[in-house]
């Protein structure tokens, strides 16, 4: 089997839905298992095929010579590995150890026997300057007199709200984030059916470069189109975008979310720093090809900002007014 044909098998699976009953089988069986098929997968790849996406590819050198199929599958049953037992630690209420280990997996040199870069290099996806992202919100507001008015903004909860950051796969409860779509698309499949009389959409343009944790699921066409080292990238993150990306089975308490949370903490132990990453970028499930981005609001007080909008945030886009974009 060519390494594509073992990309697309494995991506055109995700993302994986658990059909056990909550009640009879644990999240952490089902992704172990999950674990297993991946790695029979990869033992099936052809090693010639295999050993072209190990090469330097005409760019900077990414695997640890010598390039044997051996070594990479020592290489991701290690990841995979890893990641169980962060998964476990989390079961056992062990967060701390669970959010050192998975700092510790994305960015020391563990791995160093087998990878130039830190793992987290993997996934890193940089948004591009002037490019727009849109966000939507439902809302009717009008003055004591009942006019209409029209909505001041669509960024993020402002930080007196936080009690309605809900809990959420990227994002913790009480934390306010700013969710923005890559198409007007995008956004309305999110949202789904108008509740309201109106939706307005706010677009937002970025003033400079940011990186984010790239969690997408790539297409086929996407996978076709990838050079050597991109398909080297998709085998190496697939265990991790997998553990990421299960469907949740039931309302309020998720396994799933366990992993995505702990990354999601990385951004604001980290996001501060002007080279960090200050998000996550992720397939769209309502929409096909396209993807949402999730901010943070972050803040660099030592206190808890009483009200407002992220400064941060507010210094990383410029947004036009909103405008109406569909009534009822």
């Known amino acids: 089997m060519k390494v594509k044909e073992c990309i697309k098998r494995l991506y055109s699976q995700l993302p994986l839905e658990n059909d056990a009953d909550v009640k009879e089988s644990i999240f952490y069986k089902f992704i172990n298992e999950n674990f297993r098929t991946f790695i029979d997968s990869v033992t099936q790849i052809d090693p010639d095929s295999l050993q072209e996406i190990l090469r330097s590819d005409n760019e900077i050198e990414h695997f640890v010579e010598p390039y044997t199929k051996l070594r990479f599958i020592y290489c991701i049953k290690k990841i995979c590995k890893d990641l169980l037992r962060i998964l476990a630690l989390c079961y056992k209420g062990n967060l701390t ?29 940089s948004l591009e300057k002037e490019k ?32 309605s950051a809900f809990f959420g796969r990227y994002n913790l409860p009480g934390y306010p984030c700013l ?5 007007k698309e995008t956004c309305e499949a999110e949202l789904g059916r108008l509740d309201k009389e109106r939706r307005w959409v706010g677009v937002f343009r970025l003033k400079k470069n940011i990186l984010l944790y790239d ?29 990421c990306t299960v469907k949740s089975r039931v ?3 998720n396994e ?28 769209s499930t309502k929409y096909k090809g396209g993807y949402n981005i999730v901010l943070p609001a ?17 210094e990383m886009f410029e947004q036009q007014i909103p405008v109406i974009y569909k009534s009822k």
């Not at 439902?138 to 709200?161: R, S």
């Not at 799933?256 to 397939?283: C, M, R, W």
Request: charged content about 25%; proline content about 4%; hydrophobic content about 35%.
């Open 179 to 183: 969710y923005l779509g890559d198409s």
């Open 215 to 243: 969690l997408r699921i790539p297409s086929e066409k996407t996978i076709d189109g990838a050079n050597g080292y991109d398909l080297f990238r998709m085998l190496l993150t697939y265990p991790f975008i997998a553990i």
């Open 256 to 283: 799933e979310y366990f992993i995505p949370q702990l990354l999601f903490h990385q951004v604001l132990i980290a996001g501060n720093k002007e080279t960090s990453h200050k998000g996550i970028v992720y397939s």
């Open 97 to 125: 150890d669970a959010d050192k280990s998975l700092k510790k997996l994305l960015r020391s040199r563990c791995y160093g026997k087998y990878l130039v870069e830190n793992y987290i290099e993997l996934f890193s996806f």
């Open 251 to 253: 309302n309020g308490f």
């Open 298 to 314: 972050l803040y660099t007080d030592k206190e808890p900002p009483v009200s407002g909008y992220s400064k941060i945030l507010l």
């Open 132 to 163: 727009e992202y849109y966000r939507m919100r439902d809302e009717n507001k009008y003055d004591a007199k009942g006019c209409e008015l029209v909505v001041d903004n669509c960024w993020h909860l402002p930080y007196q709200k936080r009690a």
